[in-house]
């Protein structure tokens, strides 16, 4: 097929050599073709259909769906600043004017050289370093706008423990000497699971009490076990590091501090549920944490931990790297599968589950980053003594991202239980600058607020649900009593409102209809039953979305109504 202008060479050679896998392969060339152009040229997008035997009609649906893919020139390098919770509490806002008034453009608009484009955008995952910028592919930790024209090296977030265990290489280690990972103890885990028999590695894993550390909290033997039951061939083994809920970023230190440890757990649970083919999904806007684990991948592969025959065990396994494109919905497990597959990122229907019907429509286990670090120490260690970590409930230890105005921002590594008031006060030196607690979010943008007399539960999974609250992705951010809570939850509500894929209307609908009042309430302008409708919509959005999303995309308002009515209008003693 001729093209004029002719696509570019380095795309042909590409789909030369994937394009035979078929649809599978299209958000990938989408996003070599932008690597190419910056943006996606029709040309591009029907050559690729043309290779993939996908209806260009498909292409463009996809290629709209994702915020960091374009069908239009925008601009040689797209400035996007976060606006989410921890990054509008530290002055995105203000940060955004600035940029523009410096370029001379307004948000969208290219600069005239065509050098640049600023974009307000969800969660970087520099939540302790806010305001988070990425500028290309430099991420830009404490953003100013000296900073923004001229990026210094790539933020690391701070580890605080009390012992390491899921963080004990990060820092201490080159992550991509595989030589130091194996003398500080890894693949010692991988070595004594392969020993086993795939449903004695089960056992294991069922033993140690592990639950997924990615949201749900599901117990992950069980999972294993589904999986592993099922007769159908072939069985995959996915990693979500889709790691863009509001407030984490636990997932990103590990993968670019540690990513051997990820390969060893994809690895150990492969083996386990008889999979011989792994996906690991990382986010679009994590470009180091992709360049590492890349890298990790080519070494492991060197060294014989993956393909053909792994260290002589006889179990083969390769792991094949996907990089998303912006969105928030692919977190979720079967919008992950629809990415992976070359389509929209819209999560399906449950029944049936992935540890039947999952990746390609086969028997699927899927786990995140932080969870894999979890199984590889509990093969390091034994089920018996990671089980005395954490608590009797929440065995082993948890990473929490603390973010926010606190003293001490960053990441803590977890091993025996305390309270958020703990976490906070002792371990992240309290609200910053001596200032008042306001409020506290836990568990992103879906989790609740806490309010400043509420702190004193276990963070451990019955410790949260005895007061009505979740760990969610174990996201705590502050927030003192200079935040108008007014203007976190309206921005909240436009991220639920952009992030909604549209496929269920209750979420659609209801998170737009969600952010139009929490805009009302901002500008003081509420109408009057505002509360009540509200309440209503979120009411509906929780019975009756397809998915996650939508079923939490109120959560954190109704609890903010709760803890701060003065902020709706309510007053004292007029609540439910």
């Excluded at 984490?248 to 083919?277: C, H, Q, S, W």
């Excluded at 991948?297 to 912006?326: K, P, T, V, W, Y």
């Excluded at 600058?433 to 509420?454: E, I, N, S, T």
Aim: aromatic fraction near 8%.
């Amino acid at each position: 097929m001729e093209f004029d202008p002719p696509v570019s060479s380095q795309l042909q050679e590409f789909l030369d050599q994937y394009g035979i896998r078929g649809r599978e392969m299209l958000l990938p060339a989408l996003l070599e073709a932008q690597k190419i152009h910056d943006f996606i040229p029709r040309e591009a997008a029907a050559y690729i259909g043309e290779v993939l035997k996908v209806p260009l009609a498909d292409i463009y649906g996809v290629i709209e769906f994702y915020s960091m893919l374009s069908s239009q020139p925008r601009a040689e390098r797209v400035i996007r600043i976060c606006t989410t919770p921890s990054c509008a509490s530290q002055g995105s806002g203000k940060l955004v004017a600035e940029v523009c008034q410096h370029l001379g453009v307004d948000i969208g608009e290219p600069t005239v050289d065509g050098r640049y484009v600023v974009e307000e955008v969800e969660c970087l995952g520099l939540c302790d370093h806010a305001p988070g910028v990425l500028i290309g592919n430099d991420m830009v930790g404490e953003a100013t706008l000296d900073r923004i024209f001229h990026p210094e090296e790539h933020p690391r977030s701070e580890i605080y423990a009390d012992q390491r265990y899921l963080l004990a290489r990060v820092g201490s280690v080159d992550p991509l000497n595989i030589k130091e990972f194996q003398d500080a103890g890894g693949f010692a885990g991988l070595k004594t699971a392969l020993a086993l028999k795939p449903e004695e590695v089960i056992q294991v894993v069922s033993d140690s009490g592990l639950t997924g550390r990615g949201g749900a909290g599901f117990p992950t033997g069980l999972k294993w076990q589904g999986c592993a039951e099922e007769e159908r061939f072939p069985k995959y083994l996915v990693c979500n590091e889709d790691e863009s809920e509001p407030g984490t970023f636990k997932d990103r230190a590990l993968i670019e501090g540690d990513p051997f440890t990820i390969i060893e757990g994809m690895i150990i649970a492969a083996y386990a549920v008889g999979a011989n083919k792994g996906y690991l999904y990382i986010r679009g806007e994590y470009t180091h944490s992709h360049e590492v684990i890349s890298q990790a991948l080519e070494i492991a592969a060197g060294n014989r931990f993956l393909g053909e025959n792994i260290q002589d065990s006889g179990f083969d396994f390769e792991i094949e790297l996907r990089s998303g494109a912006g969105a928030y919905i692919c977190g979720e497990e079967t919008a992950l599968f629809e990415s992976i597959e070359g389509k929209r990122g819209f999560p399906r229907v449950k029944p049936p589950f992935p540890t039947t019907h999952g990746l390609f429509n086969q028997p699927t286990a899927i786990n995140n980053v932080e969870t894999l670090a979890n199984v590889a120490l509990i093969f390091n260690i034994g089920a018996e003594k990671y089980r005395e970590l954490g608590s009797e409930d929440s065995p082993g230890p948890r990473l929490f991202s603390l973010s926010g105005d606190v003293e001490r921002p960053g990441i803590y590594e977890i091993s025996k239980p305390l309270t958020l008031r703990e976490l906070i006060y002792e371990k992240g030196g309290g609200v910053r600058d001596g200032k008042q607690l306001r409020a506290v979010l836990l568990g992103g943008a879906a989790g609740k607020f806490v309010a400043p007399d509420g702190l004193d539960f276990l963070l451990t999974n019955q410790g949260t649900r005895e007061v009505g609250l979740g760990l969610g992705s174990a996201a705590v951010v502050v927030f003192d009593e200079g935040v108008d809570l007014r203007f976190v939850l309206h921005g909240l509500g436009h991220f639920f409102a952009h992030e909604s894929c549209g496929k269920c209307y209750p979420c659609q609908l209801g998170t737009q209809r969600q952010a139009e009042i929490l805009d009302r309430n901002l500008r003081g302008q509420s109408l009057p039953g505002d509360i009540d409708r509200l309440k209503d919509i979120i009411a509906t959005m929780t019975d009756s979305s397809l998915c996650g999303l939508g079923q939490t995309a109120g959560s954190a308002v109704l609890s903010a109504i709760e803890i701060c009515p003065e902020y709706f209008g309510i007053e004292e003693g007029a609540r439910d």
